[in-house]
């Protein structure tokens, strides 16, 4: 089965840093492109960030360039998210998805809650 | 960045029925578009794509047509277990991808 979960969520204050994973099943991580997407509470989907198969091309949302970093370890059939200067406004939830057009499969979420 | 935007917002329809959702782009996208359905307390997942390709596993009640800038969803007899959320998503100029504002389908 064709699975991705994500870990890593958790509380932290303003201005502090988190780093998100995602582990990859059933399938070669290396055959696909990845991104991140997030959905803060109550709100709709904002896609965060892409990686493609090798890692060597990476692209951000305005919101999050600079203070995120977006990497993969195929050798792991992992993918990561380093966030840093987190705000208030980075609370969400946080998916890993596949896809370099379209996205699937979809995990199950990990929480990122930023307050003080 | 392409605006992705979806109506209604909420739309009541009793079981058994059709559901027409609607998407419209702020440029054309050709017909590079998905459609996911979300659940409460669930990721979303994966309906349509290329604007009329059921994804694997989707039944044939899902439907989706369009290009350029207005795309349509329909579920032609809404069961129970349809009554969920719907997001469209461009991904024809990115990045950014961009996702519409969602649909709720409640039960009429």
């Known amino acids: 089965e064709v699975q991705v979960v994500e870990s890593g969520g958790g509380l932290v204050q303003p201005g502090g840093s988190l780093r998100l994973s995602c582990a990859a099943s059933?399938?070669?991580?290396?055959?696909?492109?990845m991104n991140w997407v997030r959905q803060a509470p109550g709100k709709g989907l904002e896609w965060v960030s892409y990686?493609?198969?090798?890692?060597?091309?990476?692209y951000y949302a305005d919101s999050v360039k600079g203070r995120f970093t977006i990497s993969r370890d195929n050798a792991k059939k992992s993918l990561y998210l380093q966030m840093s200067s987190l705000r208030v406004e980075d609370t969400a939830v946080y998916y890993c998805?596949?896809?370099?057009?379209?996205?699937?499969?979809w995990g199950q979420g990990t929480l990122v809650t930023v307050s003080s | 960045e392409i605006v992705m935007t979806q109506s209604p917002a909420t739309l009541s329809v009793s079981p058994g029925e059709r559901a027409t959702l609607s998407c419209k782009a702020s440029?054309?996208?050709?017909?590079?578009l998905a459609w996911y359905q979300q659940k409460p307390g669930q990721a979303p997942r994966l309906l349509i794509f290329?604007?009329?390709t059921r994804a694997t596993g989707i039944p044939a009640r899902f439907s989706g047509s369009g290009s350029g800038t207005e795309f349509t969803l329909t579920i032609s007899s809404l069961q129970s277990e349809d009554f969920a959320l719907y997001y469209c998503?461009?991904?024809?100029?990115?990045?950014?991808?961009?996702f519409g504002g969602g649909t709720k389908v409640e039960i009429k």
């Open positions: 059933g399938f070669s991580l290396s055959d696909y492109e």
């Open positions: 990686s493609s198969t090798s890692g060597g091309t990476m």
């Open positions: 440029q054309s996208i050709s017909s590079n």
């Open positions: 998503q461009q991904y024809n100029n990115w990045p950014p991808v961009t």
């Open positions: 290329g604007a009329s």
């Open positions: 998805t596949g896809g370099g057009n379209w996205f699937d499969p």
